[in-house]
């Protein structure tokens, strides 16, 4: 049997072969006759490897999983703000969050108990929403396409936490950001003209943005995987000295990026856990609240100096403002605000901010993509109905993070998400490297924190069980 199925191989091979050669001979020499048969090989390839995912092959999760994680996160293009028509890179991450959404639904039974749990179901909540937004958003397929995204990576990560371990989901995001990261300081000394922000107005230094669509993200990626490294070292997943090559990989990254808030977040993440292994997180709080109460007393009797001076040297402009008003960011917030009072229940749509506020924002255009804050722009894009199951998820991973002694995935991932959120979108807008990496530590708390399969099931449980689901099947 096994003899017939090489010769038929074999045979099948040759009569390709010889049809490419057939066609070149009759004049058929353009690119697409030239890359046929490495079309051919990518689309065998591709069928290959959905299936070993399908069967739950671990080498196929774990390339799976690399590719997901850095493919997206590369830039091939650079658009206008608010043209969020779909382009061939658009159409590329749709193709993959299609493929996902396939595999993820043929593949239900295997991951499902990690559904019940709060936060996961909340999420799951707030996607159901984002989805049916696109009902009423002004580019409609474009927030049906970023929230199913986001429902692709959320299933996807449940998936890959019921196949694989956390040894080995650690150890490929920490290789995988690694040489991505790696690969975007070879394309700053290859490509310096791409690999740069071109310069703006008041900056004086470049700013790296190496394969990645802007400095900020790529700043965003580097801390993912500061977030990655640090547990798994902590764990003993990772060999030490390697973990410090990642380490500085990351922080030189951010420092070239020029990113003061994603610098700023991950420090004082950092600095939380570092308080909450010594058991002096709740005395930090006390003395933050007495330190900012005590500073907003100052400021209101007038009693403090002025510092426009040390303020300007801390910003690109040299201008104070930049820093008291965060970049602009406090003008677009009140802007966000008056928004979403238009249409407080339902918002505009799912990740419909750019097309929203392109239309009447007034300040810089570059700040005018999304609400720059976490929950202003749930508020801005699903209102008020897709906004509590997302600050419910959030709390509930606040709560976890402050009770729960643990050194996973979450430890440094969950406050650095909290700080950076302040200023910025990104579970909340188009998924990310962030999005994937947040949905994995949660399922993985989740699998961490649910009994074997089979035991204790909760009445979303129960529900799927009655529908005729199978549930249970992942490992913690």
């Known amino acids: 049997m096994r003899g017939r199925i090489g010769c038929l191989d074999w045979l099948a091979g040759f009569a390709v072969a010889t049809a490419w050669a057939a066609w070149l001979l009759a004049g058929q020499r353009d690119v697409v006759a030239y890359l046929l048969p490495v079309a051919i090989v990518c689309v065998a390839a591709g069928g290959f490897g959905f299936l070993a995912v399908v069967q739950g092959r671990r080498w196929a999760m774990a390339g799976l999983l690399a590719v997901v994680a850095v493919l997206p996160a590369i830039s091939f293009r650079s658009r206008e703000i608010g043209a969020v028509g779909l382009d061939w890179q658009n159409g590329l991450k749709l193709g993959l969050w299609a493929m996902l959404l396939l595999t993820c639904a043929l593949t239900f039974r295997i991951y499902a108990g990690l559904l019940r749990d709060r936060a996961l179901l909340a999420v799951l909540s707030f996607t159901g929403i984002g989805i049916l937004s696109s009902l009423y958003s002004p580019v409609p397929a474009y927030s049906a396409a970023c929230a199913l995204g986001l429902l692709a990576y959320l299933l996807f990560a449940c998936l890959i936490v019921a196949r694989c371990s956390e040894r080995d ?30 310069l703006q107005e008041g900056d004086e230094d470049h700013r790296l943005m190496g394969l990645s669509s802007h400095p900020n993200m790529l700043a965003v990626e580097a801390a993912c995987l500061l977030c990655v490294v640090l547990p798994a070292a902590a764990r003993g997943y990772l060999d030490r000295r390697l973990a410090w090559v990642f380490g500085l990989l990351g922080a030189a990254t951010i420092l070239a990026t020029g990113s003061r808030t994603t610098a700023l977040a991950l420090a004082l993440s950092v600095g939380a856990v570092w308080l909450r292994q010594r058991r002096a997180l709740p005395a930090g709080i006390v003395l933050s609240g007495l330190g900012a109460a005590g500073i907003t007393l100052v400021f209101g009797l007038g009693l403090m100096p002025r510092f426009d001076g040390m303020l300007g040297s801390f910003s690109r402009s040299g201008d104070a403002r930049e820093i008291l008003t965060l970049t602009g960011r406090t003008d677009l917030w009140l802007f966000v605000w008056d928004t979403f009072l238009d249409r407080p229940l339902l918002g505009y749509g799912f990740n419909s901010a750019e097309a929203v506020l392109s239309r009447g924002w007034y300040g810089n255009a570059d700040a005018g993509y999304n609400a720059h804050n976490l929950l202003l722009q749930a508020l801005l894009t699903t209102g008020l109905v897709g906004a509590v199951p997302l600050t419910f998820a959030l709390a ?76 249970g099947g992942y490992a913690p």
Do not use: D, K, N
Not at 400 to 421: D, F, H, N
Not at 436 to 446: G, K
């Open 169 to 198: 989901i650690m150890l490929i995001l920490c290789h995988g950001l690694a040489l991505y990261l790696a690969a975007s300081w070879i394309s700053a000394v290859a490509m310096p003209e791409s690999a740069f922000l071109p």
């Open 396 to 471: 509930v991973l606040c709560c976890r993070w402050l009770t729960e002694q643990s050194r996973t995935l979450s430890s440094y991932l969950i406050p650095y998400l909290m700080i950076l959120g302040a200023t910025e979108a990104h579970i909340a807008s188009v998924p990310t490297l962030l999005t994937l990496v947040l949905f994995l530590a949660m399922a993985l708390t989740a699998a961490e924190r649910q009994a074997p399969a089979g035991s204790g099931a909760g009445w979303f449980s129960r529900m799927l069980q009655g529908c005729g689901f199978r549930l």
